[in-house]
């Protein structure tokens, strides 16, 4: 087995341990239809009007959820993309909003 095979399968079996709690965190954070709107126009390509747009909402209203999911560890901010990004799509890790 190659390095770069056993890099992917590490990979894959840090996703599959990963998703549990990510998913447990989008329940705690995300509370509403427009929250997932939100997060996941979260692309780091989109401003924060452009998802405000995107999800019904104003900018600073993404702004705000942004700055409180950047603390909670859903939302990424690095120099390969633009803007905050999701750190992974809800639909990735299962989640979906309760009834």
Same mark, same amino acid.
């Given at each position: ?30 509370? %509403? ?13 989109? %401003? ?9 909402? %104003? ?19 690095? %120099? ?20």
């Amino acid at each position: 087995m190659s390095a770069e095979d056993r890099f992917d399968e590490i990979l894959r079996w840090v996703r599959i341990m990963a998703a549990g709690p990510l998913r447990d965190l989008l329940r705690e954070h995300i509370q %509403s239809e427009t929250d997932l709107a939100v997060y996941q126009a979260s692309d780091g390509a989109r %401003s924060r009007d452009q998802v405000g747009g995107l999800a019904g909402i %104003s900018g600073r209203a993404v702004g705000t959820r942004w700055a409180a999911w950047k603390e909670a560890g859903i939302v990424l901010e690095n %120099s390969t993309k633009k803007y905050p990004h999701r750190i992974a799509s809800a639909d990735s890790v299962g989640f979906e909003l309760e009834p």
